[in-house]
């Protein structure tokens, strides 16, 4: 069965950090595109990182440039979003998601993960 499971959310103090991980069960992140999405109250849900199958490139939202750093292990079954100098409006949940065809910009990808609730306290 394949399944995407996030670990690391929690609460945090403005300007402090946390470090997301997605691992997959079932299969491996070669040849998929891997993204982290979050979705706030009242909001619709937002790309903020992925690491894309299609040229290997990783992207972000603008938001978050320059604070978070989304990697992956060797073994290509965990991905991470490392999340520095983190603010309020970055207070969410988020999703990881793997896909073969998707790409930044989209959100159609076929795997998603239950999300992990991050907030930051001012």
């Known amino acids: 069965e394949v399944q995407l499971v996030e670990s690391g959310g929690g609460l945090v103090q403005v300007g402090g950090s946390l470090r997301l991980s997605c691992t997959a069960s079932?299969?491996?992140?070669?040849?998929?595109?891997v993204a982290w999405f979050r979705q706030a109250p009242g909001k619709e849900r937002e790309g903020v990182s992925c690491i894309s199958s299609t040229d290997g490139n990783t992207y972000y939202d603008d938001s978050v440039k320059g604070r978070f750093t989304m990697s992956s292990d060797n073994a290509k079954t965990t991905v991470y979003l490392q999340m520095n100098n983190l603010k309020a409006e970055d207070t969410a949940v988020y999703y990881c998601a793997a896909d073969h065809t998707a790409d930044w910009g989209t959100d159609l990808y076929d795997y998603w993960g239950r999300g992990t609730q991050v907030t930051v306290s001012s």
């Open positions: 079932g299969f491996t992140f070669d040849d998929y595109t």
